[in-house]
């Protein structure tokens, strides 16, 4: 699986783990998606797929790297999908 595919992969899983937000973003811990048996199954490098999508600006979260007991409690922010075009003219 390359990159992309992981990447794709984390974002189910935070849709799947999350709590959808009034904006459209979905938000979940670290500690939620690193003791999750399929996030274990999935991701070789959970940390590594969360810097490629933070370096895509698809997921946001305090810190750079993310271990497992001390930042449990960070909060991951997975950004909303981009508006449709045309989107905003027509519920206006």
């Keep these: ?8 992969r984390l974002k189910e899983e935070i849709k799947r783990l999350g709590k959808i937000q009034e904006d459209g973003s979905c938000q979940v811990t670290f500690g939620v998606l690193f003791n ?3 996030c ?3 991701f070789e490098a959970l940390v ?3 810097r490629a999508a933070k370096k895509r600006k698809l997921v946001t979260y305090d810190g750079e790297l993310l271990l497992q007991g001390v930042h449990d409690n960070v909060v991951i922010t997975l950004k909303p ?5 045309g989107a905003a003219a027509a519920s206006g």
Excluded: C, K, S
Excluded at 1 to 8: A, R
Excluded at 81 to 85: D, F, N, R
């Design 36 to 38: 999750d048996d399929r």
């Design 40 to 42: 274990a199954n999935i």
């Design 48 to 50: 590594g797929t969360l």
């Design 81 to 85: 999908p981009p508006a449709a075009p």
């Design 1 to 8: 699986m390359n990159v992309e595919e992981e990447v794709e």
